[in-house]
């Protein structure tokens, strides 16, 4: 599950740090393309990162989980798009963080 959050984090970040035309697009829709942009790019790549590293797997996966969270609020209430992909790795990022967490049998 690790891996194959981090290969999604890592290609929708670079994407976003690339400047590919849908994602500038999308991050001027939201109205904050200059920063926002590089800003989530770089937190989903270092998130992609921390989620193969066994000592910041759980922190690396609340933080991805708090960054669905906040795509899934944004595709709903800014963009009017459907959340269905942000709806699927919240809980799937929640779960490995869970299931990283000190006293868990399932490290």
């Known amino acids: 599950m690790r891996i194959g959050l ?15 035309p849908a994602m500038v697009e999308m991050f ?15 937190c989903e790549v270092a998130g992609a990162v921390g989620l193969l ?11 991805l989980t708090g ?9 709903v209430a800014v963009l009017d ?4 992909l942000t709806l699927l790795l919240a809980p799937a990022a929640a779960g490995v963080a869970r299931v990283s967490s000190p006293g868990s049998r399932r490290r």
């Open 28 to 42: 001027t829709d939201i109205g904050a393309s200059a920063w926002l942009r590089p800003l989530v790019g770089a």
């Open 67 to 75: 960054l669905m969270i906040g795509a899934t609020v944004t595709n």
């Open 81 to 84: 798009t459907s959340p269905v």
């Open 53 to 63: 590293v066994r000592r910041l797997t759980r922190a690396a996966a609340l933080g």
């Open 6 to 20: 981090a290969v999604v984090f890592v290609a929708a970040g670079l994407a976003k740090l690339g400047s590919e």
